[in-house]
């Protein structure tokens, strides 16, 4: 399988052209900056911008009067449900954001001659479906408190602004399969803590069994992460010539 780090004509480092490096040396120290100020100006700007912002966004009501009377949402009275739908939104996003991620991997790994034998496709397979699958578990139980699982949630948006730069990573022709396989490990690991939040959420709130149904994801989850981890850990190690 192809190398990630070969020796190539990478001109980003300044010992490619000691002489031109002496030059914006020199130029750097001949020249004053355009305007006054250091950090502490772009940092009472932020904090100017901070003060003056609204919300990331909010929780939507319950779409429909049946939503406000199910069993679940009244489970959910006296306590905050918007959190727990956040919460909820937030990983229903994530998990689509996995599936796309996986078909990438396969994809890529579908066309990296000998990928296959390190990165068994049916094993991603297996993983991609899983993700679907976990997808439409907090789709249900979002429906379950009458809240509509069409709407981003704000942690969803954040999440899903975070999620950007790994699905560049996986979508890049560029990219070797180790480099993928950081990317995913990255998302496995974020998305491990953020489904034992989601559990812990579930039964402070009282919803034992969607609670139960989550652990059965979580345990899908330890999985995926170890293989991704070994994968990884593996790729990068005969990259190095070293060896498992």
């Known amino acids: 399988m192809e190398r990630s780090t070969d020796v190539g004509l990478n001109r980003t480092g300044v010992d ?5 490096t002496k030059e914006m040396l020199a130029l750097s ?5 355009s305007s006054g100020g250091d950090e502490t100006s772009i940092a009472a700007v932020r904090r100017e911008y901070n003060a003056e912002a609204e919300d990331l966004g909010s929780i939507p009501p319950p779409g429909t009067l049946k939503g406000v009377a199910s069993t679940a949402m ?4 006296g306590k905050n449900p918007e959190a727990f739908i956040d919460k909820l939104g937030c990983r229903l996003a994530f998990e689509r954001t996995g599936v796309r991620l996986y078909d990438a991997l396969i994809a890529k790994c579908s066309t990296v001659p000998g990928a296959d034998i390190q990165v068994p496709l049916d094993t991603l397979w297996t ?3 899983q993700e679907l699958r976990h997808f439409k578990l907090v789709e249900a139980a979002i429906r379950s408190i009458g809240a509509d699982p069409t709407a981003q949630t704000p942690s969803a948006d954040v999440d899903g602004v975070a999620s ?9 022709p560029r990219t070797s399969v180790a480099q993928c396989l950081e990317a995913i490990l990255i998302a496995e690991l974020a998305d491990n803590d953020a489904w034992q939040m989601l559990i812990l959420l579930a039964e402070k709130m009282g919803m034992n069994d ?10 899908e989850e330890d999985n995926h992460l170890m293989h991704v981890r070994q994968w990884y850990k593996q790729l990068v190690l005969e990259d190095a010539s070293i060896g498992s």
């Open 16 to 20: 490619m052209s000691p002489i031109d």
């Open 127 to 129: 993983f991609r479906n």
């Open 164 to 172: 950007m730069g790994l699905i560049q990573v996986l979508t890049d």
């Open 29 to 33: 120290r001949a020249t004053p900056a």
């Open 210 to 219: 969607m609670a139960r149904d989550f652990r059965v994801a979580l345990n």
């Open 74 to 77: 009244q489970k959910l009275t």
